[in-house]
């Protein structure tokens, strides 16, 4: 059996620095992180090589909020194909599914279970690596 040794990189954007304390305390054994607290920001890291595997994305940020950021990352052919999982306290069913018809593949609500969201996280990436090796299959 073959492991993978290299660590997935992933983009944290909260507002809240305390928010992305607790995420990264629970992610950062397994994963290269990235942090921020600008929706901007995060435009400019997921276009910066190496670009995050998987995006944890807070919805309510001053300037430009969560919807905005995916909105524009999922609108570029150079972020398109970044997992990006909403992490947020808006808990409405209409924004839950506003989000993920912007094109975000999962939707965590706030308060958050940690083990939970970091075996979503997980999966997400295992996701993405059959999607990009099955791509490679293809050319």
Do not use: W
Not at 53 to 68: A, R, T, V
Not at 71 to 85: C, Q, S, V, Y
Not at 109 to 134: A, D, F, G, N
């Amino acid at each position: 059996m073959t492991t993978d040794t290299r660590k997935n990189r992933v983009l944290l954007v909260d507002d809240i620095p305390s928010n992305i304390k607790v995420l990264a305390m629970a992610l950062k054994e397994d994963h290269k992180l990235q942090v921020t607290t600008s929706g901007q920001d995060a435009l400019k890291i997921a276009r910066t090589s190496p670009q995050p595997d998987l995006i944890l994305l807070d919805i309510m940020m001053p300037g430009m909020d969560g919807f905005e950021v995916c909105r524009r990352l999922k609108a570029d052919p150079a972020t398109e194909k970044i997992p990006i999982i909403f992490v947020t306290a808006l808990d409405d069913e209409a924004d839950e599914e506003k989000g993920l018809n912007l094109g975000a593949i999962d939707y965590i609500t706030k308060p958050y279970s940690v083990p939970l969201t970091k075996r979503r996280v997980q999966t997400h990436l295992e996701l993405k690596s059959c999607r990009e090796r099955m791509a490679e299959m293809a050319h």
